[in-house]
């Protein structure tokens, strides 16, 4: 299945989740947030499946401001 | 001077200087400069995830146990707001946010309407909203009004170092606050730092000047003084402003 994550068509294993988006990313553990079409997934929900053709966000902390 | 905190939603800060990360191009200048301004509260922004990991300043801020302020710089609309505000409650487990919601990026000056509406949806959502608002004292008032726990107007636009351009209108938002302000974007120099305060500005909230300074830790360290002096200026009571002389010595029997 596709997936767009962070702007870029991604291919992933059908029945894929949250984290498995994630570990393409080499996301860590902490200091990372992802909405899934427009809404926060929050961590204990990580291990959702996604569905095709999601919209998938991950944000982290940068300098700024 | 631990009987002049300041507080904000309920948490006390020794500092009134505080300084945002932005526009350093180094981890261990921004860390230097980040001591010597004596914060103990900073900004970050949240940004899209590269595959190359993060840059550290996660790291940094809590070896420093600098309390963090999420912004939402870049945002244009209340939902883009909204939305990145919810991202840095999950990644960072704070609910205090910087709202910014801008209008164009050649000034950078917040969007009225969006901010407001973006500011009531997250104070129902139990946020601590501190957000950078223009220098107007009604908007300031609106927001307030609406739950925020802290005004922040600029000074000038965001990076430009044009200090306070309209000092009236920032002794106006003062004078009818029931929250901290905080002076927040524009400030070029000490002496503009000095003047927030003594406009009677609860705090100074201040990256670029810093940052991108000759020398960071050394600007950093004016900023705190320049803080501290104007704070103690505002609580002392200046003069008031004369025409003509007034003689200092008593008058002089020739």
């Known amino acids: 299945m596709r997936i767009r994550l962070n702007g870029k068509e991604n291919t992933l294993a059908p029945g894929s989740t949250v984290a498995d988006a994630l570990a393409l990313l080499g996301a860590p553990e902490s200091g990372v947030a992802v909405a899934v079409d427009g809404d926060v997934v929050p961590r204990s929900q990580w291990h959702t499946a996604l569905r095709d053709g999601a919209v998938v966000e991950v944000l982290t902390a940068v300098q700024g401001g | ?254």
């Open chain 2, 1 to 254: 001077m631990s009987e002049d905190q300041l507080v904000i939603a309920g948490r006390e800060f020794g500092s009134r200087l505080i300084m945002g990360t932005g526009g350093s191009g180094n981890l261990s200048v921004l860390e230097r400069a980040l001591v010597a301004s004596g914060t103990e509260m900073t900004t970050v922004a949240m940004r899209r995830m590269d595959a190359d990991g993060g840059t550290g300043v996660l790291e940094l801020l809590r070896r420093l146990n600098i309390q963090l302020l999420p912004n939402t710089a870049g945002c244009r609309s209340a939902a883009e707001a909204v939305l990145t505000a919810r991202l840095a409650r999950e990644a960072l487990g704070t609910d205090w946010v910087k709202l910014e919601v801008v209008a164009d990026e050649d000034t950078l000056l917040p969007d009225p309407h969006e901010l407001l509406d973006a500011a009531e949806t997250l104070v129902a959502e139990g946020f601590s909203v501190l957000p950078y608002t223009n220098d107007d004292p009604v908007l300031a008032r609106r927001l307030q009004d609406a739950g925020c726990v802290a005004v922040m107007p600029l000074g000038s636009p965001i990076g430009t170092g044009l200090g306070i351009r309209n000092p009236h209108n920032i002794e106006l938002i003062v004078a009818r606050a029931s929250v901290p302000v905080i002076l927040d974007a524009g400030i070029g120099t000490a002496s503009d730092a000095a003047l927030a305060m003594e406009l009677g500005c609860d705090a100074v909230l201040l990256a670029t000047a810093v940052t991108r300074a000759h020398q960071p830790e050394r600007m950093a360290a004016a900023m705190r003084a320049a803080v501290e002096g104007g704070r103690l200026a505002r609580r002392a009571g200046r003069i008031p402003r004369r025409f003509w002389a007034h003689a200092s010595s008593p008058a002089r029997e020739c």
